[in-house]
């Protein structure tokens, strides 16, 4: 296939599925037609076509037009193994919407909403048994996930490559190891404060911190006691505030369609989904209220924003693929701005004193989840070091165990993997918004976004798009690199001393 064929079949795939992502996710339709995308785009997930753009890239000698090309091999390359592992991917799915699992009272619920129903549940005891009846149901999810799981390894040794890690080295744009290695330091510079912080909040909330688990961790995570503090009623309107006093448009000039009908099968949760680049993204809502809504919210608003924001003439690489360290720094800079005391007096109201105890509480929960996802990125490498799984569930248990101070179940061990590493995308997008709010604060004050300028200056950076990664933004910043320094600034400024 031509290059030039290969780009226009890429951004029609692209803009294909994600409008059947959206439709679904949005409860516009039920069923996913997926699979039969991926199957009228077969042609184009070849590996002779994965193949050539290795040569073309390797050949290439003008830098820019190196990289454009590394990219897209990068995306046929994991495209090439979605598609071969479509089956089990699509079973494992099928398992999920359709398994249904018991609560103590003898109901069947099904295995999604038993997620969302452990979180809201106080009572220790019920929230026990749904996760050992979630652990019960995930084992044989476990069969379809150990398959894509030898398939990918046995895919990426048969295209030529060092094995799976091998692969990751030639199609992502940065090394993996320097950010295990900065996180590693992360948690052994944290390690005082967390484990005091969280044995306090597990003895108030009556857990033994001993002996807790992860479903204590996450029900104390959800913080279902400041829902009040975050009306359902007014997460479009603070959003359109402070866009407003940032000199941005909410939607982008007509950019960004705004989906906010509630319809009964419309997830519950905000998502955005970029269908053309930069002309029709939609943000998507079905506003219920409380910090994780607003949360979800503002992350897919600064996704949005961005995607939004990209040059028209952009080329298809910088438009749609790249080092999503980037847009994922810009969703987690306006989710964090609710992290931010200044920001809630002004967006939500109130005073300093309303929000001082729910900024402790997730300050802490923050920082468990950075330590989580430290601890992720540690054993994603540990197993992918070989398509053999056997004792790879005994490591994903110790080394969560060992980072969150809380017990892991071993069933988890395929489940919670981000496949080709996206985990380290977000633990980068974390350091990432860290370092851009120091520099906004730097440049327009510590309320920068009620400062005009500041939309004009996140506009200039988004007219990339994805062309920079992470490490030169940062260098674009004024930093040497990326680093976890200014983002434990933000949460140790936020738990009490």
Known sequence: MRLTDIR???????????????????????????????????????????????????????????????????????????????????????????????????????YRQSAVALLNEPDRERRSFLENARCEALAEKNEFLEQIHRTTHGMADDLGF???????????????????????????????????????????????????????????????????????????????????????????????RLDIEDRPLKSPRAFCASLRVPDEVYLVIRPRGGYDDYSAFWHELGHALHFAGVAADAPFEWKRLGDNSVTEGFAMLFDHLLLEPLWLEDALGGEASDYAAFLAHHALFELYMLRRYAAKIDYELTLHQGGELTGKDAAYKQKLSTATGV???????????????????????????????????????????????????????WRDGQRHDGDSLSRHLGYKRLTTEPLEAQIRNLMPR
């Open 162 to 256: 060092d094995g799976y890690l091998g692969m990751m080295a030639a199609v992502k744009r940065y090394p993996l190891e320097p950010v295990r290695d900065e996180m590693a330091r992360f948690l052994g510079r944290t390690e005082a404060l967390y484990a005091e912080a969280m044995e306090e909040a597990m003895s108030k909330a009556g857990v033994p911190p001993s002996s807790a688990q992860r479903h204590d961790a996450q029900y104390l995570s959800r913080g279902a006691d400041y829902d009040g503090l975050f009306p359902a009623e007014k997460i479009e309107s603070s959003a359109r505030k402070v866009c407003a006093s940032m000199g941005l448009d909410l939607q982008a000039e007509g950019r960004v």
């Open 8 to 110: 226009t079949r890429a951004e029609a795939f692209l803009a294909e599925s994600r409008k059947e992502w959206y439709e679904v996710g949005a409860g516009l339709k039920e069923d996913v037609r997926l699979s039969e995308i991926f199957a009228e785009y077969a042609d184009l997930f070849t590996r002779e076509n994965v193949e050539a753009l290795a040569a073309l890239a390797d050949s290439e000698e003008d830098e820019t037009e190196s990289l454009k090309l590394a990219e897209l091999r990068g995306f046929l390359t994991m495209a090439h193994i979605r598609n071969a592992t479509r089956e089990s991917s699509e079973k494992a799915l099928l398992f999920e919407t359709k398994t249904m699992v018991e609560t103590p009272e003898g109901e069947a619920i099904p």
């Open 407 to 461: 017990e892991y179940p071993d069933v988890s061990y395929l489940d919670d993997v981000d496949p080709f590493f996206y985990c380290a995308n977000y633990l980068r997008a974390w350091m990432l918004q860290a370092q851009m709010a120091e520099v906004l604060k730097t440049k327009f004050g510590e309320r920068w976004w009620a400062n005009q300028k500041s939309g004009g200056f996140l506009m200039e950076i």
